[in-house]
T-cell receptor, first 123, second 107 residues
Framework: EVQLVESGGGLVQPGGSLRLSCAASGFSFSDHYMNWVRQAPGKGLEWIGRSRDKAHSHSTEYAASVKGRFTISRDESNNSLYLQMNSLKTEDTAVYYC???FGSGGRYYSDYWGQGSLVTVSS | DIQLTQSPSFLSASVGDRVTITCRASQDISSYLAWFQQKPGKAPKLLISGTSTLQSGVPSRFSGSGSGTELTLTISSLQPEDFATYYCQQGYTYPLTFGGGTKVEIK
């Protein structure tokens, strides 16, 4: 059974840093693209970044809103995806979801989602 | 960036109704669109990928169609468990973007 379990969320002051983790199980982690998607309270979904699979050297893509502040990495040895968040702003307050992608017709779609981890940026 | 505009943003419908949600893209995204369903306090669930491919376990009353800049999600006969918020997402190019969502409520 595919499982994605996020951890590391919490309250942080503006300008601070936080690292989210996503523990993956039930599938071959190295063979899948992975994403982080967030949802501000009462708002819609926002894609913030992707880590490609091992075959694509774990290369990454980011949304403009987080580029230069957030970094996605992964540890194949313990099947984990990470989101390092620096220079946090109040507008980064959201539930952060880790997602697994599958490939179809040359594109990738998120077929599994974690339960989410709440990050609150406030003084 | 590709903007996705969903319409309507809110709809009130009855059990058994046929419901159509439209996702309009600011540029051609071919057929690279997914639809997600989200219930309160839960993670989104993938319903359809590649515009029209139903995910395993998703009821056949859900269907997707269209291409280019206008794509649709149809629920042929709304069931009580379908009351939720629906989002489209384009997988055509970076940054990946979502529509603003359509909340389907009980009339």
């Amino acid at each position: 059974e595919v499982q994605l379990v996020e951890s590391g969320g919490g309250l942080v002051q503006p300008g601070g840093s936080l690292r989210l983790s996503c523990a993956a199980s039930g599938f071959s982690f190295s063979d899948h693209y992975m994403n982080w998607v967030r949802q501000a309270p009462g708002k819609g979904l926002e894609w913030i970044g992707r880590s490609r699979d091992k075959a694509h050297s774990h290369s990454t893509e980011y949304a403009a809103s987080v580029k230069g502040r957030f970094t996605i990495s992964r540890d194949e040895s313990n099947n984990s995806l990470y989101l390092q968040m620096n220079s946090l702003k109040t507008e980064d307050t959201a539930v952060y979801y880790c997602t697994r992608d599958f490939g179809s017709g040359g594109r990738y779609y998120s077929d599994y989602w974690g339960q989410g981890s709440l990050v609150t940026v406030s003084s | 960036d590709i903007q996705l505009t969903q319409s309507p943003s809110f709809l009130s419908a009855s059990v058994g109704d046929r419901v159509t949600i439209t996702c309009r893209a600011s540029q051609d995204i071919s057929s690279y669109l997914a639809w997600f369903q989200q219930k309160p306090g839960k993670a989104p669930k993938l319903l359809i990928s590649g515009t029209s491919t139903l995910q395993s376990g998703v009821p056949s009353r859900f269907s997707g169609s269209g291409s280019g800049t206008e794509l649709t999600l149809t629920i042929s006969s709304l069931q009580p468990e379908d009351f939720a918020t629906y989002y489209c997402q384009q997988g055509y190019t970076y940054p990946l973007t979502f529509g603003g969502g359509t909340k389907v409520e009980i009339k």
